[in-house]
């Protein structure tokens, strides 16, 4: 079965620092990849997918991943951490024949200091 | 647009009580998924309609939780009758698309928080 591995559940950054969250993915084929934001109280949000397009891929809020095939890895950066950036992020992946079923990682919690 | 809607927002029982949350998709999406988070851990799939048709249940504990989405549209989940394991937050979404839509954006509601006592 396919999973999904987040290395840190809680990464602290100061504000303007590089935002580093890990995600790491077990399939012998590329899936679909995806990063969702979750705010306290509100549902998870797209920040943004790899769909076997570039493997370079721009979400908003400024956040950006790199799918690498070679080391099963689709890691999410933003280049200058901002106070609002505070929130939980999920890694997911949806396997390409499967009705678009998503498979969670368990979550990095990112806080930001001034 | 509006979003997807879920209620109640809480909800508080005891162990072998029965409890139903509600979910109102965003207007013509044809996939509807309830997902269960418990603390400290990303959203696992229950169950995932296409339409009002079960596409995948394979992690719904159907002792004591059902689902249903009549006509297409809204949904019901309950959980008949509630362990304190079941305490999370029970989370809706949808998206556009018919079966195989693999790579499909997924809308998510604000989530029903369930606590078991």
């Known amino acids: 079965a396919q999973s999904v591995t987040q290395l840190g559940s809680h990464v602290s950054v100061s504000e303007g620092a590089l935002v580093l969250l890990r995600c790491n993915y077990s399939?012998?084929?590329?899936?679909?990849l995806f990063w969702y934001v979750q705010y306290p109280n509100q549902g998870l949000q797209l920040l943004l997918k790899y769909t076997s397009a570039a493997t370079l891929v721009k979400g908003i809020n400024g956040f950006e991943a790199e799918f690498k095939k070679s080391e099963t890895s689709f890691h999410l950066t933003k280049p200058s951490a901002h106070m609002s950036d505070a929130a939980e992020y999920f890694c997911a992946v949806s396997p390409l024949i499967s009705y678009n079923k998503l498979i969670f990682g368990a979550g990095t919690r990112l806080a930001v200091h001034p | 647009e509006a979003g997807v809607a879920q209620s109640p927002r809480y909800k508080i029982i005891e162990k072998r009580q029965s409890v139903a949350f509600w979910c109102n998709p965003i207007s013509g999406h044809a996939t509807l998924y309830w997902y269960q988070q418990i603390l400290g851990q990303g959203p696992k799939l229950l169950i995932q309609f296409q339409n009002n048709g079960v596409v995948d249940d394979s992690q719904l504990p159907k002792d004591r939780f059902s689902a249903e989405r009549l006509k297409g549209v809204d949904s019901t989940l309950k959980i008949q009758p509630a362990k304190l394991e079941d305490s999370a937050v029970y989370l809706c979404?949808?998206?556009?698309?018919?079966?195989?839509?693999?790579?499909?954006?997924?809308?998510f509601g604000p989530g029903t928080r369930l606590t078991v006592l």
């Open positions: 979404a949808s998206s556009p698309g018919t079966s195989g839509g693999a790579g499909n954006e997924q809308f």
């Open positions: 399939s012998s084929v590329p899936p679909y």
